[in-house]
């Protein structure tokens, strides 16, 4: 079935400091992929919906300047989050979507959980 | 996306059928019906989905309502391994995008 791999699984950085994280799809292509955080013991906050070739588009609240997201190929999109600071600290976690896929196709990685000290 | 309500939390008994109930009484006709689960500290998995129709897989069952108003997914033969955050998540029909999370039910399963 379709895989998608998230890297790296954790990362601890220096406060002001920037941090990419990416994620595959190992088997499929994916024309479509999301970016979600979740703080511990809440749900999953979708941040942005991540479109190859063209801008991402960010939900409300979310400063798009701060998590930027590219998506230049079918295969990998990133999330890099800039000057971070300690209330960025959460789990991120990226999404993408198999159509040919048998179930709707919304495959998750494994998260990246980002410790900002 | 018509929005969901679940129960916060449930227990269930090692090898007993888990009923995870679901309410989705804003559902639109070509809504569809999805469940994940999430085990600590690791990305959501695939379930289950359906538009209309009961559906099963090696997973789960999925029943929804004759009005769609609302669903419940049933693990037959719940093991400790199924300890987990399950959601509940309406998405709409062709074109739609995104899934957008409740709060899901924390399901312990107990020895």
């Known amino acids: 079935g379709a895989v998608v791999s998230q890297h790296p699984s954790r990362v601890i950085c220096k406060s002001g400091t920037s941090v990419k994280i990416e994620c595959r799809s190992l088997?499929?292509?994916?024309?479509?992929m999301f970016w979600y955080r979740q703080f511990p013991k809440q749900s999953l906050m979708l941040m942005a919906t991540s479109n190859e070739g063209s801008k991402a588009t960010y939900e409300q609240g979310v400063e798009k300047d701060k998590f930027l997201i590219n998506h230049a190929s079918l295969t990998l999109s990133t999330l890099t989050v800039t000057s971070a600071h300690p209330e960025d600290s959460s789990f991120y976690i990226c999404?993408?979507?198999?159509?040919?896929?048998?179930?709707?196709?919304?495959?998750f990685g494994s998260g990246t959980r980002l410790t900002v000290v | 996306d018509a929005k969901t309500t679940q129960p916060t939390s449930m227990d269930c008994a090692e090898g007993r059928a888990a009923n995870l109930p679901c309410n989705h009484s804003t559902i639109s006709g070509n809504e569809y019906v999805y469940w994940y689960r999430q085990i600590h500290s690791q990305g959501p998995q695939y379930i289950i989905h359906?538009?209309?129709n009961n559906e099963t897989n090696e997973m789960a069952s999925l029943i929804i309502t004759e009005d769609r108003k609302s669903s419940t997914l049933i693990l037959p033969h719940a093991t400790l391994r199924d300890t987990a955050v399950y959601y509940c998540?309406?998405?709409?029909?062709?074109?739609?995008?995104?899934?957008?999370f409740g709060q899901g039910t924390r399901l312990t399963i107990n020895p």
């Open positions: 999404s993408a979507r198999d159509y040919a896929g048998p179930f709707g196709g919304y495959t």
């Open positions: 088997d499929f292509q994916a024309t479509t």
């Open positions: 359906g538009l209309k």
């Open positions: 998540i309406v998405r709409g029909g062709q074109g739609a995008q995104k899934l957008v």
